[in-house]
Each structure stands twice: as C-alpha cells, then as structure tokens.
C-alpha cells in the first residue's frame, strides 16, 4: 500500500475541516455543508481509485480475462 493516499487523504480532511470550521463561524453552515460533501467526494474518488487498481491487479494475478 502506498503511504501518499493516506497522506492524500488526511491533507483533504483537514482542509476540509479547516475551512468548514471558518464558514461556520462566519455564519455560512449552507457552504460548509457543500464543502464537506466535496471533501467526502474527493476522498471517496481517490478510495475508488485505489480499488479500481486492487481489482485490476487481482485480475491479472489470477488470469482472468473478461
């Protein structure tokens, strides 16, 4: 497993985190919500991502061909 996902994926929490906590408090909660779903969007492309390439992978080890 290459430890730059996690990375990848700890970097988009806190920003979204960080800038969630600011709309809040600048009496945004409309935005922040959206920001959140973006920030779950990005991390949820990335783990598809990586099992598109778990699954290939396994296809290959295995021989299958379909």
């Known amino acids: 497993m290459n430890v730059d996902i996690i990375f990848k994926i700890a970097a988009v929490g806190l920003l979204t985190a960080i800038v969630n906590q600011i709309l809040k408090k ?3 909660d409309e935005i922040a919500t959206l920001v959140t779903l973006v920030g779950l969007v990005i991390v949820l492309l990335l783990v598809i991502e990586m099992l598109s390439e778990l699954f290939t992978s396994l ?3 295995f021989g299958l061909y379909t």
């Open 59 to 61: 296809q290959s080890l």
């Open 26 to 28: 600048s009496d945004k």
